[in-house]
């Protein structure tokens, strides 16, 4: 499988599953309320790319200079966890004490947007699974926040067509997003021959 048909694969798992601990259920009520307006979309790329970059952008060097062992392997991601804990505070911090009309618009979507499988996933790849420059990752952190994006606005459209009256009362809801999320997975791994052969 080629590395833009497993991020996509990755985008979609973290548009679906994003903040468990965080959020009731799967955390798709939370996350699909924020994304179904093109707002509330802006307003979520416009925190999570930051996020995304500064958390890459701390733990990359990090992660070059320590030796890979079995026990760096386990802690890798409690390391990306806390850089992302310190931004999120310190995002709070500024943002309450310099800009508080900002904070109180941003104060339900901030959580979220720190805390998104996105942020945590793509300083997991990084060095990992591929091996890259500096540059480059800040470039798939950036990329990978504006497809995110991306893949929520199709999610939102879609799940936008599905809530409809139509729908028989065992599918609506949960059950309804779930399928449509489901075909839509096999729709973006429809893709994956296409990349194979760039």
């Not at 941003?106 to 499988?117: D, G, K, S, T």
């Not at 809801?173 to 194979?196: D, E, H, R, V, W």
């Amino acid at each position: 499988m080629s590395s833009f048909a497993k991020m996509l694969i990755w985008l979609l798992v973290a548009a679906t599953m994003q903040n468990l601990p965080l959020t009731t259920g799967l955390g798709l009520s939370s996350m699909l309320k924020i994304v179904r307006t093109p707002r509330g979309r802006t307003l979520f790329l416009l925190l999570l790319t930051p996020f995304t970059v500064l958390t890459t952008a701390l733990f990359f060097p990090l992660d070059k200079a320590v030796p890979v062992t079995w026990i760096w392997l386990i802690f890798r991601p409690l390391c990306i966890v806390a850089i992302t804990a310190v931004l999120y505070v310190a995002a709070s911090l500024v943002l309450t004490r310099r800009f508080p009309q900002i904070y109180r618009r941003v104060r339900h979507v901030l959580p979220l947007a720190a805390f998104n499988n996105l942020v945590v996933g793509v300083a997991l790849v990084l060095n990992y699974q591929t091996s890259m420059d500096f540059l480059s990752a800040l470039g798939l952190a950036i990329g990978s926040a504006v497809g995110f994006s991306l893949l929520s606005a199709i999610t939102a459209e879609g799940i936008s067509r599905v809530d409809n009256p139509d729908t028989p009362a065992a599918f609506r809801g949960l059950p309804a997003t779930l399928l449509y999320l489901g075909l839509l997975s096999l729709a973006l791994m429809g893709f994956k021959p296409i990349f194979n052969l760039i």
